[in-house]
């Protein structure tokens, strides 16, 4: 049975930084391409950083040079490292993996992806 748990959300004020995991059971990291999406009140789903099996990312582009996506294979987790945060960026963080695609697929678009965390809260401060 697949199952994504997400940490590491909490709060801080503007600048500071955060490092989200989601550790994946039943399924191999690797297996997957997988995915950072994040919900703030009243808006949509908007994925954040997505990184290929074989470990190629991107970014959205109001968090790019402030987010790093990483995954560790051996320990089945997936990182998101989280600098230079803003109120805006406050919202609830989901982890997402998919095991369609190559090599080389990632994807920011929510219905490309199955499997589901059930959230961490981030709270940035002004």
């Known amino acids: 049975q697949v199952q994504l748990v997400e940490s590491g959300g909490g709060s801080v004020q503007a600048g500071g930084s955060l490092r989200l995991s989601c550790a994946a059971s039943g399924f191999m990291n690797r297996d997957a391409y997988m995915a950072w999406f994040r919900q703030a009140p009243g808006k949509e789903r908007e994925g954040v950083a997505s990184?290929?099996?074989?470990?190629?990312?991107i970014y959205k582009s109001s968090v790019q040079g402030r987010f790093v996506i990483s995954r560790d294979n051996g320990q089945n987790t997936l990182f998101l490292h989280m600098n230079s945060l803003q109120p805006e960026d406050s919202a609830v963080y989901y982890c997402?993996?998919?095991?369609?695609?190559?090599?080389?697929?990632?994807?920011?678009?929510?219905?490309?992806?199955?499997?589901w965390g059930q959230g961490t809260q981030v709270t940035v401060s002004s």
């Open positions: 990184i290929s099996r074989i470990g190629d990312p």
């Open positions: 997402a993996a998919e095991f369609s695609g190559s090599a080389w697929t990632r994807s920011l678009v929510r219905k490309d992806y199955n499997f």
